[in-house]
């Protein structure tokens, strides 16, 4: 059985962006040479190295320990597709991410500008990207899980949308959650049905019964039973768990690159953008061997 790490890449890409950024603005006074931060200043585009790569260090700094915490033989960097078939059925799908405001505005430019950054770094290490260009990343990891279930599985994402694979019988699977530093567990009723209920407000997806209704009818067979013969009841249940439960993605539309070991070339990319902890050369010979666990 060998151990498998699964990385959902959207979530630790978000996370590495929304949760460590910078608490103040960045400048530099005209008689000083760096930031007020005290990273280096970049003269040639006037901007703090801290401010325009931090992010990227946040991600590759926690990347490390997380590895180092799990030692996988293999390692799956998991990207996002586009599932029109879901847009198609339900066209106010994820329409809450949509962005309305300066702030959330900037945020997401700047996760775009980091993952433009990080995902050619990725090919730098022995970490296999993955990718169905129809489909979400939560698809093409669970069709993973599928693939490969008689091994040792570990998601590495906060989405609670990874419960569903905790209750597919599977011999080991686990879902760890690197903002909680937990594992999720199931619940004792059918977290899909129940969802379907509850609805989502994060991906947008519409509540049928409010939350403690949903629950007290998920439990009740009986209850659960009489709410389905409603005809307009039955139809919206069955849109909202084709948007929630995880389609197979065929084998055929997963597209994968293994990562080549190339550390030299890594070091210089985070020297450029002034990584100076990382690449100090006993914590850069520490990042190097971390790796040493992923054989494959």
């Known amino acids: 059985?060998?151990?498998?790490?699964?990385?959902?890449?959207?979530?630790?890409?978000?996370?590495?962006?929304?949760?460590?950024?910078?608490?103040?603005?960045?400048?530099?006074?005209?008689?000083?040479?760096?930031?007020?931060?005290?990273a280096l200043w970049d003269t040639t585009n006037?901007?703090?190295?801290?401010?325009?790569?931090?992010?990227v260090n946040n991600f590759f700094r926690n990347l490390r320990p997380l590895i180092e915490l799990f030692a996988p033989e293999k390692c799956f960097f998991v990207?996002?597709?586009?599932?029109?078939?879901?847009?198609?059925l339900f066209a106010d799908y994820k329409a809450n991410r949509i962005v309305k405001t300066a702030v959330k505005q900037e945020t997401n430019d700047k996760f775009f500008k980091i993952k433009d950054i990080i995902i050619p770094l990725m090919q730098h290490l022995p970490i296999t990207m993955c990718?169905?260009?129809?489909?979400?990343?939560?698809d093409v990891v669970a069709t993973l899980c599928e693939n490969m279930k008689q091994e040792d599985l570990t998601v590495l994402s906060s989405d609670s949308d990874y419960i569903q694979l905790l209750q597919?019988?599977?011999?080991?699977?686990?879902?760890?959650?690197?903002?909680?530093k937990v594992f999720m567990e199931a619940p004792?009723?059918?977290?899909?049905?129940?969802?379907?209920?509850?609805?989502?407000?994060?991906?947008?997806?519409?509540?049928?019964?409010?939350?403690?209704?949903?629950?007290?009818?998920?439990n009740d067979p009986e209850v659960f039973k009489k709410f389905m013969e409603v005809e307009e009841n039955r139809a919206?249940?069955?849109?909202?768990?084709?948007?929630?439960?995880?389609?197979?993605?065929?084998e055929e539309e997963i597209s994968t690159v293994d990562g080549i070991r190339n550390f030299p070339?890594?070091?210089?990319?985070?020297?450029?953008?002034?990584?100076?902890?990382?690449?100090e050369d006993k914590s850069w010979d520490k990042y190097c061997k971390t790796f040493d666990c992923i054989k494959y």
């Open 1 to 38: 059985m060998d151990k498998i790490l699964i990385i959902d890449a959207h979530n630790a890409m978000w996370r590495a962006c929304s949760l460590f950024g910078p608490p103040v603005p960045h400048y530099r006074k005209p008689t000083e040479d760096n930031c007020n931060c005290n």
């Open 46 to 55: 006037n901007a703090c190295y801290g401010d325009q790569y931090v992010f």
């Open 79 to 88: 990207l996002e597709g586009h599932p029109q078939f879901r847009y198609d």
């Open 131 to 138: 990718r169905a260009s129809s489909y979400e990343a939560d």
């Open 168 to 180: 597919r019988g599977y011999p080991k699977v686990q879902v760890y959650n690197p903002i909680k």
């Open 188 to 218: 004792s009723y059918p977290y899909v049905a129940w969802k379907c209920l509850n609805g989502d407000k994060s991906d947008n997806i519409p509540s049928l019964l409010k939350p403690k209704k949903a629950l007290a009818t998920i």
């Open 236 to 250: 919206n249940f069955n849109v909202n768990r084709q948007l929630i439960e995880f389609r197979a993605v065929p």
């Open 265 to 279: 070339v890594l070091k210089d990319s985070f020297i450029k953008m002034k990584f100076q902890q990382m690449t």
